[in-house]
């Protein structure tokens, strides 16, 4: 189980509310245009998502 505080998740979750949300905000992204602050949060997301799933796949019994 995961505890309240965990720091990699809430990290996670936070990179992935910012990702979302610059989508909803930014006209370049929403017309599928190169946008070099889009691509810097989707990769920071995606990071946190492989070290993220690495690590629930390791704490299986
Ligand atoms: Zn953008």
Redesign the pocket.
């Known amino acids: 189980m995961a505890k309240p505080t965990d720091e990699l998740y809430v990290r996670y979750m936070r990179a992935y509310d910012d990702s979302v949300q610059?989508?909803i905000e930014?006209a370049?992204?929403r017309s599928d245009q190169d946008?070099r602050?889009?691509a810097r949060l989707y990769e920071h997301f995606a990071r946190l998502q492989d070290a993220y799933r690495a690590r629930q796949a390791k704490r299986k019994p």
């Open positions: 610059h989508g930014c370049a992204c946008c602050e889009g």
